[in-house]
Each structure stands twice: as C-alpha cells, then as structure tokens.
C-alpha cells in the first residue's frame, strides 16, 4: 500500500520542517518527506492542499474504560474518537477494571486494541498491586508483557517508603514511572480549588499544596533512586516552577499538562455545572497563564488530553457526588489551536507537544516523519469550524464543558501506521 | 453569578436557592410579604387558603427538628397538603439515585420541594433536573448555603434594627463548614450592611474567606468592638475528632460568648444563633437566655419567613400588609363551602390558589 499526501504544509518539529510538501508512506512506514522516491506509485493519493500535515498525536494519558466500566465506553467508541483526533498512539492509565497489575490484564488490553483495528494502544502498569499503595507489583513481568511505563493512576501511595522501593524497582528495570502528584491528606476528598469560588459555594477543596509537596517529595526520590518519572497534569503555577528547578538541577524528569487547565479556571465552574468537575481541579487565572507560559519555555513537555469519558448518571448529581473528569480527545486539537491564535505557543511548540515531545517521554520510534517510522501521520485543516454536537462527537462520553461551542480546527485524516483510520 | 435559575421570565422568585443573585428589591420584598404573615400567629384562626390544593414535600436529606417543623408549620398555615420525608433513613440508603428520588416524588403531582442535603449544590441539581411547574427551596446544602436561615435573620434584625445601612455585624465561629454564615454573609452585603466581620481561629475559616466581602479577626474581645449584632454559630463536635480544634474546653475559652466578652459590642448588641445551641461550647447559658438573646425570636419568625417564600414562590404573595390586623381569615372551617378543595383538587390547579 502505497500513499502519497500532497501538497500539504508539513510541520515535523523533530526534524525542524516547516514547508509546503509531500510525504510518501509504503508498507506502513514514512519513506519520504518532499522527495518523491524512485518508482512510486501510489495507491491513494491524499490531497492536503491548504492542510497541515503532522506527525500523529501521542496522548500520555487516556482512559478507554471498556471491560468493567464499558457502560461508560469502549475501546471500540473511544478509538473512533481518538483517530478523529489525530491520536494514532495512546497510554492507558492502569486504573483500568480489573487493574493494570498482571501480565493477564495487559494481554486482555492488547487483544480488546486489535479487535478495535488500533493496536498502538499502550498500557501503563500499575506501580503497586491493585493500585492499593502498599505492595509492589511485578513490574518486570508487567514490562515485558508490553507496559510501557508504571504509575499509580490517582490513586496514592501508602507512604514515601513504599514510593521510595518502587521508584527504585522501576529504576533497576529501566521502567519510567508515571506520577500524578498528589497529597491524599491534603486533598482532603476535595472536588474543586480551594480558593474563592469553593468557599462561595462551600465545595471541599483542594489547595495546590497537596500537589506541590506531593510534586516535592517525588522530585527528591527522583534523585535518591535515579527513577526517570514523568509528571503528569500539573495544574498549578508552583508545580511549572518546581519542575524548572528540578530540570536545570540535573535531575531525569519530565512534565504535561491536561488541554484544558490551560483554557479553563476555578470561574469556570459556576454554578455547580459538573462538567466543569476535574481532579486535579480546575485553578486560578493565574495557574492558567502560568501552566502557558510553562509549555512556552518547555519546562513542561507535553499535552496530554486526560480524556475521561463518562456515561451520563456519573454526571448526574450534586456537584461533589459527581465522578471527575471530562471526554477531552476531539478537543483536543482545537484547543491547541487556540493556544496558538492566543499567542500562547507556537504552532511547531504545540505540535511538539502532542507527538515528538511525548514520543520522547517514552522513548518511541515515533512522533515525528523520519523515514523509516511508522506512517503515524494527522492532517487537519485549522480554519475549519465545527460544533461539539451529536452529528460530529464521537466518544461515548458527552461530558464535555464545550458541548455545544463551536470550535476551530478538525482533522481530516489520521494515518496509524499508513493505515487511513480517519477520513471526515 | 446571577442565579437565574431562581427566577422566572418576569424575574420574580421561581426556586429559592441562595441569597447570591437576588437583588436587594427582592430581598426587601421577602421580608415585607413575611412582616404581613407575622402577625398571624396570634390569631384564633393561623391559616391562609394560598397555598390550598398544593402539595409541598419536605424532602430531608438530613435530620433536622426545628427547620423542619417551621417549614411544616409555614405550609400548613398557607392550607398547603404536606408531606415529610425522611430519606436520611429512607431510599438513598437502598441505593436509590437522588435523581430517582425526584422522579418518583414528582411522579405523585406534587408542586414544591423544601430539600435539605448534606451535599453543596443539591437543591441546584434538584432545581435544574425537576418538572417546571415544581419550585424548590433549599433548606440546606452542604456548606453552601440556607437561605431561608439568613432571611429570617434578616427579618429579625429589621425588627429590631431597622437601618441595615449603619449595623456592624459580627458572625463568630465555624465559618467554614456554616452554609448559614455563607448565606448571611451575602445577604447582609445585599441590604447594605456597613460591616460584616467573621471572628473565628484560621482553622474555621474558608480560604480567600475576604473574597465573600468580610472583614476577618481571630480574637473575640477585639473583635466585637463596635458590633450591633453578634451571630453565634453551632460548634460541630467532629471538628475536634478532624484535628481543627484542641478541645471544647479551648474553644470556650476563645469563642465562647460570655457575658463579660458581650459587653465589649454596643450596649444595645442583640445575639443570635441560628440553633441548636451548645451551651457552654460557643455561648454560655447567660447570654443564650439573657435580655440580649433573640434566639427564640428568630424561631418563631422562621414559620412566617418561611411562609412569605413559600408562597412567593409559588407565585401565590398577597400583596405585602394584606393580612395585618385582618382577624377573620378564611381557613379551613370555610373549607366545606369552597369548590374544588381538599381530594378533588388538581396539583397545579391555578383555581385552587387564587
């Protein structure tokens, strides 16, 4: 099978390309970026003319419920949802029903990812044994059945002790742990920000504390145990600040952040809209900005679009009593977009930022049009408007606070390993 | 925020779920429609045919004697049909939804929900998911607020102190899991208080606790200087299990209201709290039942409060002052000449509210 994608405006930050071109795709792999090479001919032709064409989004941090919650979704609607996003590879969190704790369960993952034609589907182990926080899983095992990193979802770590033996277990295995920090005592079973808008309207709250100090502890693991750990969905301007000391310290660490800290705060959330319920919880105007300007200078590496769809009873409640977290992997792209309109980044930054930058965090041949990498490859055209509506969503979780809006920006093909799995 | 769900198209009170977002106008309108039911009480005859034919469900989350009974007596009183439900020891606790809870509720035709819920933002959820017709009034959510507790503190302060302009007003305690100080706070700002001071150590105070438009102090005998009223708040036994206080013993000793810390305020100060009290714990028994204590007060203007809501909300308001000094009330003894009362009446019948 032989592609060729003409005429489009190939950004490919790892290999600093930005021009009008074409890109040539056989056997599942890129095999040239604007040259086209001897005797090509393709089956398809894919006309990208005033498209912009870039390497396929890594998301680092995704749930697909499926098996125990597949009320909520499966992998068969969330992939749908994914490719429409420009999403060819993505980590599923080990939060997973059962747990992500057994070489069983990581089979399970890949066996449901083929039977959903999207096989590049990487599982995150977990980091303790059902995610309980007290015993160490068998990582090894977990690794060699394809986990890709280890983490503990939410879900804490009984004490610094135990964080410390596993980040030194995942460290003797060359393992990267993936680290949402989180103080469980000092977050206090919060659902929002502890600032003024949950004291209006009395909302247990969480302060950034229970993610800076949880953020600080883990750093000076990071250096007791040489663990290479990715953090993931900071939501404050100390966690940026923290991280920037740690990087220039030395220390083998990296960084993302949830598409939507970026573009919404604690304001946001009145009055009592669900929608808006998300751990870590939504900040302050200035955590925004400052999360920007992060991702700006690179201190923080990655985009992550934290998707977690819900079926609709989960959202049904009483602001507190709802289930956190929203369906964000088909606002993805337009939300970066608007970072860029926002001068906020760069269009190269933001396309670094949901594939090379990620690729790197896990080590991947991929995130980037090199010859010879699989043909994971998005074109999107970022004039285009569409409405978060029913006709064009495609994740089984309408939990999203942009229903309705309409936003700019839409992928018009995904490739996943030269495979067309989207086409608009 | 303006609340909009509260109001309806004509911008008159529709749900009633927090002081936030109700203007001043409205406020004021309350407590006149409530000063018309106040005299009531003391008449032969306590019933008004407003509410007839309407069925009003006392939908209690969490236990409650006393906010409870007067929303009972209130719709009572406006010849409403009422029901108590208990669901603190009901449904939820089979595992029934709070949404099915309503949808069950509404399915028996009944036109208004008094909620009372553990957990902030429950009557806006009722509210928001409910059938049209139905109003809802927050007896309570969590630590968000209730509404109905500040407006009859509202009332009663007006009785005693009419300018709210010139009042300093100190509310002293728990702040941080008080839904009461919440709505106090926003509805003493709404008519115009020259103060609103929370006196209580940091540990009981919200974070950004200035953003609600008060001024803070950690010290009781600095703080009551110049204080018209003194709102006491209820001291939660738990709050010493979860580590925010020493012991009650310490409490006292800080925030406790004595006599001799009371005289610090004006001479004249009036003492509220919004009950049950815990005497000994956050106010001595000699000031809970002295010449400054309008703690009873404040109950029974609870019922005529309540009442002024209620039928507000219902679109049901007798011009304010209408039934002042009025002593022949048709009530219930008349109900056997009245067409279409009682079993015949159709819930949301607008014949059988006129």
Redo the contacts between chains.
Sequence with gaps: MMIHIDHGRIIDPANNIDRIGSVYIEGGKIVSVTDEPAGFRPDTVIDASRQIVCPGFIDLSTRLRDMGHSRKATFKSEVIAAAAAGVTTLCLQPDTVPVIDTPAVVELIKELAEKADYPQIYAVGALTQKLEGTELSSMLSLKQAGCIAVGNGNQPVKNLLILRRAMEYAASHDLLMMFRPNDFWLSNNGCAHEGAVATRYGLPSTPEAAETIALAQCLELAELTGCRVHFGQLSCKRSVIKIHQAKKYGLKISADVAIHQLHLTENDMMPFDSAYHVLPPLRTEADKQYLRKGLAGSTLNSICSDHQPHDLDAKLGAFPETEPGMSSLETLLPLMLKLVTQHAITLEQGIACLSANPARVLRLESGALTPGFSADVCIFDSELDWQVNSENWKSQGVNTPFWGQTLKGRVTHTLQAGKIIHRL | ?T?N?QLNAEGKLKHFLTI?GLSKSLLTEILDTAESFAGMSEHQVKKVPLLRGKTIVNLFFENSTRTRTTFELAATRLSADVINMNIATSATSKGE???DTIRNLEAMFVDMFVVR?A????A??IAQ?TAPHISVINAG?????HPTQAMLDMFTIRQLKPDFSSLRVAIIGDILHS?VA?SEIQALNTLGAAEVRVIAPKTLL????E??GVTVSHNLTVGLKDIDVVMMLRLQKERMSSALLPSESEYFKCFGLTEEKLKIAKPDAIVMHPGPINRGVEIDSKVADGPQSVILKQVSNGIAVRMAIMAMAMQAAPAPGRFSGIHTIPGDRHAGSLPACGIHTIPGDKGAAA
């Design positions: 925020m609340d769900l936030e939804s709070l949404l819920h957990i902030s933002g429950a806006h959820f998911q959510d969590g630590q968000h607020a839904r919440r919200p974070a950004h606790v953003s609600l």
